[in-house]
C-alpha cells in the first residue's frame, strides 16, 4: 500500500491564482480530512469528509473548498490564492471517525507571493 | 473548545538520558488522544493512540502514558535517531470532526 499520497510536493502561486492540491488513499478508509501547519501554531484542521459525497468544515475552511467523489480522492482547492494561504498542507485518513487513528500524507509545500 | 497544550516547547538531551514530554488537554469527550512523531520535511508519523485513563503504550524506547487532564511521553536511554518534533493531538466528541494537536516538542538528542 502507498498509503496517503500527496501532489505537489511544492508549489509557487502568485497572488490571485487558483489551483488544486490532490490527496489520495488506498486503504479504503472512509475519513480523510485536510490540515494546514504553519510555524509556531499546530496542526489546523481546514476541511473533512466521512464519506464519499460528504463533506463539512474545520477550524480554518475560509478560501477553501472540497468535494469527495470517491472513496479514494480528496482534492483541496484555492480559488483565490492568498498570501495568508502560504503553509505546508497536509491530508489524512482513516478507515472512521470514531475515534480511529489517522494517517497523514507527505505534505504539499505552498508559498503564495 | 478543545485545547491541548505542550511542554517543553524544545528540550536537548545527551544520548541516553531519559526524560518525559507533556502534554495537557480541556475536551468534551475525548475520543482518543494520539502521539506523532515528525521529521524536518515529513509528514507526521503515528506512533500511539491511547482512549482512556490509565492506559499505557510502547514502543522500542517510547512509552505513552493516559490521565483524565494529560499524557506522558517517556523516552527511555534515548538515541540521536529520536530526535525529531514530537506531536499531541486529540479528538473529541464535539466540534467539528478532527484531530486538535498542540504546537509540539522540538526533542534534540546529543550523541
Known amino acids: 500500500n502507498a498509503g496517503v499520497t500527496q501532489t505537489p510536493k511544492f508549489q509557487v502561486l502568485k497572488t490571485g491564482q487558483s489551483m488544486t492540491l490532490q490527496c489520495a488513499q488506498d486503504m479504503n478508509h472512509e475519513y480523510m480530512s485536510w490540515y494546514r501547519q504553519d510555524p509556531g501554531m499546530g496542526l489546523r484542521l481546514i476541511h473533512y469528509s466521512v464519506g464519499a459525497g460528504i463533506t463539512d468544515q474545520g477550524e480554518v475552511p475560509n478560501g477553501y473548498n472540497v468535494s469527495r467523489s470517491t472513496t479514494e480522492d480528496f482534492p483541496l482547492r484555492l480559488l483565490s490564492a492568498a498570501p495568508s494561504q502560504t503553509s505546508v498542507y497536509f491530508c489524512a485518513s482513516s478507515y472512521s471517525n470514531q475515534g480511529a487513528t489517522q494517517y497523514f500524507g507527505p505534505g504539499t509545500r505552498l508559498l503564495v507571493l | 473548545e478543545d485545547q491541548v497544550t505542550q511542554s517543553p516547547e524544545a528540550l536537548r538531551l545527551q544520548e541516553g538520558e531519559s526524560s518525559s514530554l507533556n502534554c495537557s488537554y480541556t475536551v468534551s469527550g475525548l475520543r482518543g488522544l494520539f502521539w506523532y512523531r515528525q521529521d524536518p520535511g515529513k509528514g507526521p508519523e503515528f506512533l500511539f493512540t491511547?482512549?482512556?485513563a490509565g492506559e499505557e503504550k510502547e514502543k522500542e524506547r517510547l512509552k505513552a502514558t493516559l490521565t483524565k487532564k494529560e499524557s506522558f511521553l517517556h523516552i527511555t536511554a534515548p538515541k540521536p535517531e529520536d530526535s525529531a518534533t514530537y506531536l499531541c493531538?486529540?479528538?473529541?466528541?464535539?466540534?467539528?470532526?478532527?484531530?486538535?494537536f498542540g504546537k509540539g516538542t522540538h526533542l534534540i538528542i546529543q550523541p
Open positions: 491511547l482512549y482512556s
Open positions: 493531538a486529540v479528538r473529541s466528541g464535539g466540534g467539528a470532526d478532527g484531530l486538535t
